[in-house]
């Protein structure tokens, strides 16, 4: 499981006031990533069945399982590279709902496509990364295993989203209405 040592708190983290490079990009590449699997899992869903439909899912898998590999890399690379502290002008339930946020968020990540490939494992259809590389099935084919998963994903999904939308709000009040630095360091990286 998640490594608590990882989401250490972000008072004792690295001394660096900014993000570097590599957290940036991880950042808003995985962004990228959620914002296309997310409504391309809601339309594929209500397609008929069609080779279209089965592409689609395969496209819906691969992104899923990058994000759950660049997740994997980036609490990797962040283990070696702690975060920026928080900024010291945040009240105390701010910096706790921060870190809390960033924990869950972390989790969704890891979670989400998780919950997706066991699925994809129980309805008997195995995981091709990019059309190359097989994945292993997670559990063997149960109709119905395949249908608690698909409750049990698309829950996931929801909340991932909530918190997303949460977390998102929250970095634009510090930009728009407190005007400090919280978004900007997330954005650095063109300004240097
Ligand atoms: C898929 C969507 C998103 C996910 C999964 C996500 C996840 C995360 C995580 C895990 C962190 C903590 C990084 C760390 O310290 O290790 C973080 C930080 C941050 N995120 Fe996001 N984020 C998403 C979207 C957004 C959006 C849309 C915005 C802005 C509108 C945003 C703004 C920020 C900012 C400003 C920080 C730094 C917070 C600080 O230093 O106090 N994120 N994000």
């Known amino acids: 499981m998640m490594n608590t040592q990882l989401l250490q708190d972000r008072e004792t983290a690295g001394p660096n006031t900014h993000y570097n490079r590599a957290a940036i990009l991880f950042h808003w590449l995985v962004f990228v990533l959620i914002l296309v699997a997310f409504p391309l899992g809601l339309y594929m869903h209500g397609l008929a069945l069609s080779p279209d439909k089965l ?44 870190l809390a946020a960033h924990g869950l968020l972390y989790a969704f990540m890891l979670i989400v496509p998780i919950s997706g490939w066991l699925m994809s494992s129980a309805m008997g259809f195995q995981t091709v990364w990019f059309g190359l590389i097989p994945l292993p099935d997670l559990i063997a084919k149960s109709k119905e295993a395949a249908g608690m998963l698909w409750l049990l994903h698309q829950a996931l999904n929801f909340l991932m989203v909530c918190l997303i939308l949460l977390h998102a709000a929250a970095a634009l009040k510090h930009h728009f209405l407190q005007r400090d630095e919280t978004l900007k360091r997330m954005l650095s990286w063109v300004q240097r």
């Open 55 to 98: 592409r689609l899912y395969s496209y819906h898998k691969w992104i899923g399982v990058t994000v759950f590999a660049i997740t994997l890399a980036r609490l990797a690379f962040r283990a070696w590279h702690p975060p920026p502290s928080l900024l010291p002008s945040r009240s105390a339930w701010e910096r706790s709902a921060a």
